[in-house]
């Protein structure tokens, strides 16, 4: 089974959550990254994710395996969006189950840092004075 | 000459200004490919900022070029 | 307006969520707490949730504005169910909006915190084997 | 004597029988109240482990007793 996904299209967060529920779940944590209408100081207007989709959903799916091999959790979720979003667009979803809130809070947080920092996806920003630019974050 | 097919992705595909490239080299390694190529294609990116990938699975920069292979050089990450 | 309620039926939470939609906010962390079917090695038939009801809102609207005050978050929100639940039934459900996630993290977790230490709300776990008892921590 | 409206909650309701009860008292804190009617109803929750509030809001135990109000011992808590 696949816990880590690309989408190219809007996704529905409450057949995710839905996945989740478990009546030997007591916890379930979940985050969410939405396109901001700002960045460092400019003005937004939307943006673009481009994935290197073949090793993306392998690495991916690597760090969803990691975080049910470190933490106490019962199941977890990713999906991250690419392609054009605009501004309020979901962009990335993390869900997390477990018997407690410790571990459902920590696995949530570890799958989103690693995702960020290690799935190879890029985005670019459009700028409302038209600017658009690849972040590459040092 | 081996022969690879070379994925650019984000401000590496603007800079060469194409997605992939079939390219023939005499390079030993993943890093001295890189090097060609960047200089060919004038890229900024130097290779300690980026990772690299062969047939959809991270490779390490001293990994020999392998006839027929997928390559692709991957710049800083910004997902999420 | 209040960011804290109590609710004696089952509510929305994609309502609850969509009111924390925000252009600004590029980051939004959930908890949700769940009706499991086990607790400390006994199986759990269901439960009930009483509450001091002036005094759970008051106390409970007092941590949502520690929480706005302490964390750089944009909004906030927490439900806690009372009355009689059943195995899988969403008990409590906290939800936090902020520019960035550490913010978005830090004060979901510290809202359920304080929410499970302070509000007065108390647990009744009807048993499998029949025994019920109102849970009072130590 | 003082007369107040006592609220019973939790393990502390069961004990009593009731969810309130009006009580006269010449307890001179809500600390010596208790102390009364943990003798009364039998209570096993000892004071340290309480907290208590007057007309909804939380109070301190050396509070005096005020005539008409609300007075509510609250358990140990197991919301979430």
């Known amino acids: ?138 | 000459m081996t022969r690879v097919n070379v994925l650019y992705f984000a401000s590496l595909r603007d800079a060469a200004g194409v997605a992939s490239e079939a390219v023939e080299s005499d390079a030993t390694d993943l890093q001295a490919l890189y090097g060609e190529l960047r200089t060919r294609h004038g890229f900024t990116l130097l290779v300690d900022r980026l990772r690299v990938a062969t047939d959809g699975a991270f490779a390490r920069w001293s990994d020999g070029l392998r006839e027929g292979s997928e390559v692709a050089f991957i710049p800083p990450v910004s997902g999420g």
């Open chain 1, 1 to 138: 089974m696949k816990r880590f996904s690309l989408s190219d299209r809007t996704f529905d967060v409450v057949a995710m959550r839905g996945a989740l529920l478990d009546a030997h779940a007591g916890a379930f944590a979940s985050f969410e990254g939405w396109v901001r209408d700002h960045n460092e100081g400019r003005s937004v207007d939307g943006l673009r994710y481009e994935a290197y989709v073949a090793l993306a959903e392998s690495e991916g799916e690597r760090v969803l395996d990691e975080a049910l091999a470190r933490f106490d959790i019962v199941d977890a979720r990713c999906m991250h969006r690419i392609g054009d979003l605009a501004i309020g667009d979901l962009a990335v979803w993390v869900g997390v189950s477990a018997a407690h809130r410790d571990a459902a809070f920590a696995a949530c947080r570890y799958i989103i840092d690693e995702v960020k920092s290690r799935v190879p996806i890029w985005k670019q920003e459009r700028y409302v004075d038209g600017v658009a630019g690849w972040l590459h974050p040092e």
